[in-house]
């Protein structure tokens, strides 16, 4: 059922790109549930003491995951929109780099982390987040996506961690 909710999008955001739009997902509400219920299962079997989320999809999914699972939520924002002490490390892009940013105080050493995001395409923004939460000393259970896009390769920047997806493009 969830496969059908996401939306194709040719030649967004440039030609020759297909585009999967999560957005129809996200209005229908018990496609967002299955969603939601469906990751917070896959990322209980990984005993998690906290769930981190990259801006902004991954706020979308793992808020409610970590409200599923009853533990805390930690944003990884993007470079300047943390207001206190962060730890911040750069990511290349297709044309340039990215930074995303972390509190310094956000994880605890030793604290199991299972981090989510609503897509795994090349992965560089979710292997960026797995070495902000390593320089915190915390333990990286596993990684969580709602969507995979296989062609594009992405665990091999996650290698060594375990990886839950739901939907497999």
């Known amino acids: 059922m969830l496969p059908e909710k996401i939306r194709d999008v040719p030649d967004f955001p440039k030609p ?4 999967k739009d999560i957005t129809t997902l996200l209005q229908d509400g018990p496609a967002f549930r299955e969603s939601i219920d469906a990751l917070a299962e896959r990322c209980r079997r990984l005993r998690p003491d906290v769930v981190v989320g990259m801006e902004s999809r991954g706020f979308i ?5 970590a409200y599923a699972l009853g533990i805390g939520f930690v944003p990884v924002r993007k470079l300047g929109k943390l207001p206190a002490e962060t730890i911040s490390e750069a990511y290349a892009l297709e044309y340039g780099t990215n930074t995303v940013e972390m509190h310094r105080d956000a994880i605890v050493p030793g604290q199991r982390v299972v981090i989510v995001d609503d897509l795994l395409a090349t992965g560089g923004t979710c292997r960026a987040t797995i070495k902000l939460v390593e320089r915190l000393d915390g333990l990286v259970a596993g990684v969580a996506f709602l969507v995979e896009l296989g062609f594009l390769n992405g665990r091999a920047q996650l290698e060594g961690y375990p990886i839950e997806t739901v939907i497999q493009f």
């Open 61 to 65: 999914f793992g808020a409610p995951v």
């Open 16 to 19: 020759g790109i297909l585009f």
